[in-house]
């Protein structure tokens, strides 16, 4: 690989030094991406130009203007028709479009990483720079993070490289299937680059049109088609746009992702790839961390004798059916079909269930739906990797959160003196080594009560309007003395805060969780819960329609 002389940027040596390593392994995968990696270009290249992000500004500022002007003219037609109005109506409709599409270009020339062409891999590596700064701090143990993000965006530009037969490419379906290539690449030969790659993919889970595509490229990686990488390249040729089944896959990325019924396009790209043609034939074998992989189709869940019986009893194989891919190991198989083993269709050669046995699901690929025919679908109750994307996005969400501007705790904020929160810690601990100021707790069962502790000190229980109460007055900067707290409560009533529009929440767990009367814990437990919950360090507060995301760990854990 030659790289193209730069003078504006270059990688650095540890960049330098883990492709160099990835070009080694992919010299392994066979004479066509040894002589690939021998005579591809590598250019490094700088941002986009920052004019870029001017032009954004000014479409968006055009195409407000002419929101307000289509409003204005939809109006006047509705109280009277005339065609002049109309075709100015239709000219803005069109230019609205046309000033979307620049400006949906720009974002994604923003955010590029990288890109190939014609024999050349560009690596923008400000914009790799910037991508690593915002990743959790879990990625940057050993300040590595740098070189495998770069190490990812070169692997999939790599396979962008490989597929280039000169046919002409559908977007739609080469990165998907780049995407899966470079995650199959690099859990088998880099896990540290891997695990990055699959946070990229989980964080763009939920962004623009445009890189959907690397998110169901995810989902083919989730199924385990290793040998679709070949077939895409070999057949791609063949591939016609025109065709009803492009047609509809791509009607899916025109909706945005998620999609609901991801088998659904994950079934039409194998029919596109023409894997379905020759179905009843088609049967891969590959070795997966040593052990051998059988694959083949099928219309209904059959077991083929003579693909199954050579494999040892740790080896495994995978049926594609209309239904869903199912996965099992010889042992899991000779365990749970004893009745197909002994079959007498088997032991001639194939046996075939007509209806999908129940036992069958547990062996559905993880995150696909089982559909039996004329009913609607129903989702396995197994362990759902979706669990795990779910709660990535929640953490990034909380990591965005945490660095707002908008978040009075944000260090971008200084809407709050952060001496004040050191001070009311200082109160909170002499407030509890005062015995004639009654301790205040949460305890929704009880509130309203005021109880006199056997230790001899008096416990007021509310709800967590207190705690709001509290955060209302760091907002301000007060800060009372012990003196003013033991007037305050001289009425045995805590004060209560409304923060419209805000949720508090706490960062450790605030919650007595037992059924026992108050009178009855010991008067440690009640202290230590006073001190968590009226302490202005163990809260933060977010808007209120986000709120419930403030009682899971994943958001919580980056406040």
Same mark, same amino acid.
């Given at each position: 690989?030659k790289i193209?002389?730069s003078s504006?940027?270059?990688l650095?040596s540890?960049?330098?030094?883990?492709?160099?390593?990835?070009?080694?392994?992919f010299r392994?995968?066979?004479?066509?991406?040894?002589?690939?990696?021998d005579t591809?270009?590598l250019?490094?290249?700088k941002k986009?130009?920052?004019?870029l992000y001017?032009?954004?500004?000014?479409c968006?500022?055009q195409r407000?203007?002419?929101y307000?002007?289509?409003r204005a003219?939809?109006?006047t037609l509705n @109280?009277e028709?005339?065609?002049?109005?109309y075709?100015?109506?239709?000219r803005?409709?069109?230019?609205l479009g046309?000033l979307q599409n620049?400006?949906?270009?720009?974002?994604?020339e923003?955010t590029?990483l990288g890109?190939y062409?014609n024999?050349?891999?560009?690596?923008?590596l400000d914009?790799?720079s910037d991508a690593?700064?915002?990743?959790p701090l879990e990625f940057?143990?050993?300040?590595h993070?740098?070189?495998?993000?770069?190490?990812?965006?070169?692997?999939?530009?790599?396979?962008?490289?490989?597929y280039?037969?000169?046919?002409?490419?559908i977007p739609e379906?080469e990165?998907p299937?780049?995407?899966?290539?470079?995650?199959s690449?690099?859990?088998?030969?880099?896990?540290?680059?891997f695990a990055i790659?699959?946070y990229?993919v989980?964080?763009n889970?939920?962004?623009?049109l445009? @890189?959907?595509?690397?998110?169901?490229?995810?989902?083919i990686?989730?199924?385990?088609?290793?040998?679709l990488?070949?077939?895409?390249?070999?057949n791609?040729?063949?591939?016609?746009?025109?065709?009803?089944?492009?047609l509809?896959?791509?009607?899916g990325?025109?909706?945005g992702?998620?999609?609901?019924?991801e088998?659904y396009?994950?079934?039409?790209?194998l029919?596109?790839?023409?894997?379905?043609?020759?179905?009843?034939?088609t049967?891969?074998?590959?070795?997966?961390?040593?052990?051998?992989v059988v694959?083949?189709?099928?219309k209904r869940?059959s077991?083929?004798?003579?693909e199954?019986?050579p494999?040892?009893?740790?080896?495994s194989?995978?049926i594609?059916?209309?239904?869903?891919s199912?996965?099992?190991t010889?042992?899991d198989?000779?365990n749970t079909?004893?009745n197909?083993?002994a079959?007498?269709?088997?032991?001639?050669?194939?046996?075939s269930?007509?209806v999908t046995?129940?036992?069958?699901?547990i062996?559905?690929?993880a995150g696909?739906?089982?559909?039996?025919?004329?009913?609607?679908?129903k989702?396995?109750?197994?362990k759902n990797? @979706?669990?795990n994307?779910?709660r990535?996005?929640i953490?990034?969400?909380g990591?965005?959160?945490h660095?707002?501007p908008?978040n009075?705790?944000?260090?971008?904020?200084?809407s709050?003196?952060?001496g004040?929160l050191?001070q009311?810690?200082?109160?909170?601990?002499k407030?509890i080594k005062?015995p004639s100021i009654?301790l205040i707790?949460?305890?929704?069962a009880?509130?309203?009560?005021v109880?006199t502790?056997?230790s001899?000190r008096?416990?007021i229980?509310t709800?967590?309007t207190?705690?709001?109460w509290?955060?209302?007055?760091v907002?301000?900067?007060?800060?009372p003395?012990?003196k003013d707290?033991?007037?305050?409560?001289?009425?045995k009533k805590?004060?209560?805060?409304?923060?419209?529009?805000?949720?508090?929440?706490?960062i450790?767990?605030?919650?007595?969780?037992t059924k026992?009367?108050?009178?009855n814990?010991e @008067?440690s437990?009640?202290e230590?819960?006073?001190?968590?919950y009226?302490d202005p360090n163990?809260m933060f507060?977010?808007p209120?329609?986000?709120?419930?995301?403030g009682?899971?760990?994943?958001f919580?854990n980056?406040q």
């Amino acid at each position: 690989m030659k790289i193209a002389p730069s003078s504006a940027c270059a990688l650095t040596s540890t960049q330098d030094s883990h492709i160099k390593k990835l070009c080694d392994q992919f010299r392994s995968y066979g004479q066509d991406m040894a002589n690939l990696i021998d005579t591809i270009e590598l250019r490094l290249e700088k941002k986009k130009s920052r004019q870029l992000y001017v032009d954004i500004n000014e479409c968006k500022r055009q195409r407000d203007d002419l929101y307000n002007q289509l409003r204005a003219l939809s109006e006047t037609l509705n @109280i009277e028709f005339s065609n002049e109005i109309y075709e100015e109506r239709k000219r803005i409709e069109w230019t609205l479009g046309e000033l979307q599409n620049i400006i949906d270009k720009g974002y994604k020339e923003q955010t590029l990483l990288g890109e190939y062409s014609n024999g050349v891999i560009s690596l923008f590596l400000d914009n790799i720079s910037d991508a690593e700064q915002v990743l959790p701090l879990e990625f940057k143990k050993g300040n590595h993070s740098l070189e495998y993000l770069t190490g990812y965006v070169f692997v999939h530009e790599m396979y962008h490289a490989y597929y280039d037969m000169g046919h002409t490419l559908i977007p739609e379906i080469e990165e998907p299937m780049a995407e899966f290539a470079a995650l199959s690449f690099l859990e088998t030969n880099d896990p540290e680059t891997f695990a990055i790659a699959e946070y990229k993919v989980i964080q763009n889970r939920y962004s623009p049109l445009w @890189i959907s595509a690397y998110s169901f490229g995810k989902y083919i990686y989730d199924q385990h088609p290793t040998f679709l990488i070949d077939e895409y390249r070999s057949n791609k040729q063949t591939i016609d746009e025109r065709t009803n089944n492009v047609l509809q896959y791509k009607k899916g990325f025109s909706t945005g992702y998620p999609w609901k019924n991801e088998s659904y396009y994950y079934d039409l790209l194998l029919q596109i790839i023409q894997l379905r043609k020759n179905s009843s034939n088609t049967t891969k074998k590959h070795i997966v961390n040593g052990r051998t992989v059988v694959e083949y189709f099928s219309k209904r869940l059959s077991f083929k004798a003579n693909e199954i019986e050579p494999l040892s009893m740790n080896d495994s194989f995978i049926i594609h059916t209309p239904e869903g891919s199912f996965e099992f190991t010889k042992s899991d198989f000779y365990n749970t079909f004893p009745n197909v083993i002994a079959s007498r269709s088997y032991q001639q050669g194939l046996y075939s269930y007509s209806v999908t046995p129940k036992k069958a699901n547990i062996f559905l690929i993880a995150g696909q739906q089982y559909k039996k025919r004329n009913q609607s679908p129903k989702y396995m109750l197994t362990k759902n990797p @979706i669990e795990n994307e779910i709660r990535a996005i929640i953490k990034v969400t909380g990591i965005l959160w945490h660095n707002s501007p908008n978040n009075p705790l944000s260090p971008k904020n200084q809407s709050i003196n952060r001496g004040i929160l050191s001070q009311w810690s200082e109160l909170i601990d002499k407030w509890i080594k005062d015995p004639s100021i009654p301790l205040i707790v949460r305890k929704d069962a009880q509130e309203g009560q005021v109880i006199t502790h056997p230790s001899g000190r008096e416990i007021i229980v509310t709800d967590n309007t207190f705690a709001v109460w509290v955060f209302e007055q760091v907002l301000k900067g007060y800060i009372p003395s012990l003196k003013d707290m033991s007037n305050k409560l001289g009425n045995k009533k805590a004060p209560r805060g409304n923060m419209t529009g805000w949720k508090l929440r706490h960062i450790k767990p605030v919650g007595l969780n037992t059924k026992e009367n108050i009178s009855n814990l010991e @008067i440690s437990v009640i202290e230590d819960h006073f001190r968590k919950y009226a302490d202005p360090n163990n809260m933060f507060v977010l808007p209120k329609e986000i709120g419930g995301l403030g009682e899971i760990d994943e958001f919580i854990n980056e406040q």
